[in-house]
C-alpha cells in the first residue's frame, strides 16, 4: 500500500499526496474519503478575520494619529475602530475569537465590547452576555481574550468593537492642579451653562504657569448624594478652569451633559456646607492604549 493511501495521512498532514487524485483518472475509494476528511479538516480550522494594529510608541516627538489611546469614563462607549467593519469568514464558523493586546491604568478597569449579526451591542455593558469582558489594568501591556462571540453563519461577519472606562474613577490630586479636589461646603453647579463655583477654591488657572484640571481632558466632575454616594448628575468633563475677576474664587467650566430637568434646559443645584446634601469630586478618568485586536473564527460550541 502507498503512502497516500495511508489511513493516518490526512490526521497526520491534513493532506494527500498530488498523485493519490489524478484528474480523468479511477480513484480508490479509501483516497476518496481521506480527501473528503482533509477537506473537512481544512473547514475546521480557524481562521483569520480581523488583525488591526496601532501606533503604540510612546515617544512624543512623533505623529501618532494612528494610535488607539485617550481616557475613558463609564458613561460612555466608544468605537475602537470606526465601524462596522464587514470581514471574511468561513460559512460554517459560528464563533469568534479575540485578543486584545491593551496598557490600562494600574488597577482600573475597562470594559471591551465586541459586537456582531449575532450579538448585538449592549449598552449596558452586562459582562454575563458572550462578547463582553471587564479588564483590569496592569499599568503595562497585556493581553485580554474575547472569547465564544456567536457569529452569523455568512462568509461576510459585520463587527463593531468598543471600550468603556471604569465605574469608579481616582481623586485627581489636589497638590498637583489645586485644592480642593473633593468636598461637602458650599458649592454650586449649572449644567445649563457648565459652571462648578466651590467656595474659597485655589485651583490652577490658565495663565498660571501650571497644570490645571482642563489640560488634559482626563478630568470629569462627579456630584454625588451625600448620604448615599449615588451619582446625581452624569459626570462633566472639564474644559477650562478660570478665575473670577474681583473674587475670592475659582471658577471650573465643563461641558455640559444632556439636557436635564423638567423644562428641558438643565438644572441648577446648590450645595450648603452647614447642612450638606451633596458632595463634588473631581475624578481622572481611565487611561488606555490599544497595540493590536486580532480575531479568529472557528466552529463548534464554548
Wanted: net charge negative; charged share 15%; with cysteine.
Amino acid at each position: 500500500m502507498s503512502e497516500a493511501l495511508n489511513a493516518e495521512i490526512a490526521s497526520t498532514y491534513g493532506c494527500l499526496d498530488t498523485l493519490s487524485v489524478l484528474d480523468g483518472d479511477a480513484s480508490h475509494a479509501h483516497v476518496l474519503r481521506e480527501l473528503a476528511r482533509s477537506t473537512n479538516r481544512l473547514l475546521e480550522q480557524p481562521s483569520p478575520v480581523l488583525n488591526v494594529v496601532f501606533d503604540s510608541s510612546t515617544d512624543s516627538s512623533e505623529i501618532r494619529a494612528g494610535s488607539a489611546a485617550g481616557y475613558l469614563g463609564a458613561y460612555d462607549w466608544r468605537p475602537v475602530i470606526p465601524g462596522p467593519l464587514l470581514v471574511p469568514k468561513k460559512a460554517n464558523h459560528g464563533f469568534l475569537d479575540f485578543k486584545i493586546i491593551a496598557d490600562i491604568t494600574n488597577q482600573e478597569t475597562c470594559t471591551f465590547q465586541i459586537a456582531t449579526t449575532k450579538t448585538q451591542f449592549d449598552a449596558e455593558g452586562d459582562t454575563s452576555k458572550p462578547g463582553v469582558i471587564e479588564a483590569e489594568g496592569s499599568g503595562s501591556w497585556s493581553v485580554y481574550d474575547v472569547e465564544g462571540v456567536p457569529a452569523g453563519d455568512g462568509e461576510i461577519e459585520t463587527l463593531g468593537v468598543f471600550i468603556r472606562g471604569s465605574g469608579t474613577g481616582v481623586t485627581a490630586s489636589a497638590a498637583t492642579f489645586g485644592s480642593p479636589a473633593t468636598g461637602s461646603g458650599d458649592f454650586f453647579i449649572n449644567t445649563l451653562t457648565g459652571e462648578l463655583q466651590v467656595d474659597s477654591a485655589t485651583w490652577n488657572t490658565r495663565g498660571s504657569g501650571n497644570p490645571t484640571y482642563a489640560d488634559s481632558g482626563k478630568h470629569v466632575i462627579l456630584i454625588t448624594s451625600y448620604t448615599t454616594g449615588a451619582l446625581l448628575l452624569p459626570p462633566c468633563r472639564v474644559s477650562a478652569v478660570t478665575h473670577l475677576v474681583n473674587a475670592t474664587t475659582d471658577i471650573m467650566r465643563f461641558t455640559p451633559p444632556p439636557r436635564h430637568g423638567a423644562s428641558g434646559l438643565g438644572v441648577h443645584l446648590e450645595n450648603l456646607g452647614a447642612s450638606p446634601t451633596m458632595t463634588f469630586t473631581i475624578s481622572t478618568l481611565t487611561e488606555f492604549r490599544i497595540a493590536n485586536i486580532c480575531g479568529y473564527s472557528r466552529a463548534g460550541g464554548m
